[in-house]
């Protein structure tokens, strides 16, 4: 990061002429890629002013381009495997089977138990919305629950991976950029993790018993009669998203797990569903479109390919480069050093650090959130005494869960891409995404009074 050189008068132009083009771009329905190309045109103009070189800038927003290829190859391969899971009867056959052992079921409970489990070996959010997400946005649709309300169970328990998940990319760049293991975090976590995880599943379960019952059982058996009178279903093709489960835990990289699992998919769409080979290419590139004789299982079975990512992938390209001018020319360090400097409290400093955190995810994203407070406040943290996991804790419970919240962040975006659903109708039922921050500054402030001590400070000993 950049010593920086900017005058407070063109940080504050900068910032508040970002979210302004960010959110009238959301507000009024334009394509948020020209919100994010102008912001970065103001503030590069307003950065060469102060000092910097078109060539600075430039080797900035390179960088966190190249840092962000994998993302972007990944987006592009999910976008084609759903495609192919369609074309191959996986999807069908995670409906098929739905249907048969999930009616009466309080389906929205269950669905938000079951991504959270699955997000936990996955280490991904995006690899479970991708996969399991879809088909129970399937079956809710057979069922009747609203997309979004189910939507919103199913990013609450897929972002349980950037909380917890060992092999979670996220959560491991915060044990890195505060330097502190595994265990000594979670064991920290799990004082705000369990109430907050407790909390959400009784709201979906109480939210979940108006819709256990959605549908009629001949209504769901014409479903699953269409189902099997047009695709062959077996148990063994769930094998394929159980194979991404199995690769991400035992640690391959999630590019290498989907290509795999993609190229599965090919294969049993040409060999078990007599599929023409041609026709799966171009399900892989313009989408695919089911055309069974139930119009209601076509509108299900839909998926739009790699073309149909191109969009988010210039969406998240325009906030990665507005995210690497930003940190790579210092123009929030003076704000941040502002905002902690006066700190004298354990439950100020928790406080503002989850503000400093989701902030910048806010204007940014989530590594920029976890990084520069994950850096900058550790020796206000040691200062006060108190622990880095504690730091770790409010950064992972702050800005890491509310990123799917955000419009404009690349998590809204990608899931915004994937389920056609955007951001304001599924985040109200996030309901975990919101609760987290809440319960980790109350507890920050119950602990003020147990006996009258903070509870979790350095044991001195191990300093």
């Known amino acids: 990061m950049s010593e920086n050189k900017i005058s407070e008068k063109y940080t504050y132009i900068i910032l508040i002429f970002t979210l302004i083009s960010i959110i009238s771009c959301v507000i009024l329905k334009i394509f948020l890629f020209y919100g994010f190309l102008v912001s970065i045109i103001v503030a590069s103009c307003l950065f060469i002013k102060s000092g910097f070189s078109i060539i600075e800038l430039f080797n900035m927003i390179k960088q966190g381009l ?86 919103g169970a199913v990013v609450s328990g897929a972002f349980m991976a950037d909380k917890c998940s060992p092999i979670s990319s996220l959560f491991n760049l915060t044990l890195e950029s505060i330097r502190i293991n595994y265990k000594e975090a979670l064991i920290s976590i799990l004082k705000t993790l369990l109430p907050t995880y407790f909390i959400s599943g009784l709201l979906y379960y109480f939210i979940g018993k108006k819709y256990s019952v959605a549908l009629a059982n001949s209504h769901v058996d014409n479903f699953i009669s269409a189902i099997h009178g047009n695709f062959i279903i077996s148990p063994l093709l769930l094998l394929l998203p159980i194979s991404i489960i199995i690769m991400s835990f ?7 797990s989907v290509s795999i699992a993609l190229i599965a998919g090919i294969i049993v769409s040409i060999g078990l569903q007599k599929a023409n080979f041609n026709d799966v290419i171009a399900a892989m590139l313009n989408g695919y479109r ?72 806010a204007v940014s994203d989530q590594s920029v959130g976890i990084i520069v407070p994950g850096k900058f ?60 921050p809440i319960i980790t500054f109350i507890f920050s402030y119950l602990n003020k009074f147990k006996s009258g001590k903070h509870v979790e400070k350095i044991d001195v000993e191990n300093v």
């Open 377 to 436: 406040l550790a020796d206000k943290y040691k200062e006060l005494g108190i622990k880095n996991s504690i730091l770790a804790r409010t950064i992972i419970d702050t800005g890491t869960i509310i990123a799917p919240l955000i419009p404009w962040n690349v998590n809204s975006l990608f899931i915004f891409v994937t389920t056609g659903i955007p951001t304001v109708a599924y985040a109200p039922y996030a309901v975990l995404c919101y609760i987290s």
């Open 66 to 151: 190249c840092e962000c290829k994998s993302l972007f190859i990944l987006i592009a391969l999910i976008g084609a495997m759903i495609s192919v899971w369609v074309s191959s009867g996986v999807v069908p056959t995670m409906l098929y089977y739905g249907l048969k052992y999930m009616k009466g079921v309080n389906f929205l409970f269950a669905a938000f138990i079951l991504t959270s489990i699955v997000s936990i070996f996955m280490g991904t959010a995006f690899g479970v919305i991708s996969s399991v997400g879809i088909a129970l946005l399937g079956l809710a649709k057979i069922f009747g629950i609203p997309n979004f309300i189910l939507l």
């Open 250 to 256: 035992l640690g391959m990289k999630m590019i290498k």
């Open 290 to 361: 089911s055309t069974t004789s139930s119009v209601e299982l076509n509108s299900v079975l839909v998926s739009g390919g790699i073309v149909s990512m191109i969009s988010v992938l210039l969406i998240i390209a325009g906030a990665v480069s507005l995210s690497s001018i930003f940190q790579g020319t210092g123009l929030i360090m003076p704000i941040i050093k502002r905002i902690t400097i006066k700190i004298k409290s354990n439950e100020e400093l928790v406080l503002k650090t989850g503000f400093i955190s989701s902030v910048l995810t």
